[in-house]
């Protein structure tokens, strides 16, 4: 497993942007299918965003809800991973999740039986 630390949560206001990283640790990162989940409050933890190993626009796959508005990236020199979040709106408020898995994966229970790694996470805020 691998650990992860996000950052870049905070509070904007509805149509604004954030730009969220995942930095995992140690020199693997390229092996690992990366992706965002979101939880919000009472609710189940949701898949955002996905990435492959080497990344590209091509090998990207987002939720309904967040196409045309998120963009996830990575860049493998920097072992780091991006979400760059525009048009923000209030239902997008949620503690957001970086998750490192061996095999690309939607579900958030499958994470951590799959052999992946949950980051602490990060909270985001949109106010109306």
């Known amino acids: 497993q691998v650990h992860l630390v996000e950052s870049g949560g905070g509070l904007v206001q509805a149509g604004g942007s954030l730009r969220l990283s995942c930095a995992p640790s140690?020199?693997?990162?390229?092996?690992?299918?990366m992706a965002w989940f979101r939880q919000a409050p009472g609710k189940e933890r949701d898949f955002v965003a996905g990435i492959s190993r080497n990344g590209g626009s091509t090998n990207t796959y987002y939720a309904d809800s967040v196409k045309g508005r998120f963009t996830i990236s990575r860049d493998n020199a920097k072992n780091t991973m991006y979400l760059q979040m525009n048009s923000l709106k209030p239902e997008d408020t949620a503690v957001y999740y970086c998750?490192?898995?061996?095999?690309?994966?939607?579900?958030?229970?499958?994470?951590?039986?799959?052999?992946?790694?949950w980051g602490q996470g990060t909270q985001v805020t949109v106010s109306s």
């Open positions: 140690g020199r693997t990162f390229g092996l690992y299918y």
């Open positions: 998750a490192a898995t061996p095999v690309p994966i939607t579900i958030a229970a499958m994470v951590t039986s799959s052999g992946g790694s």
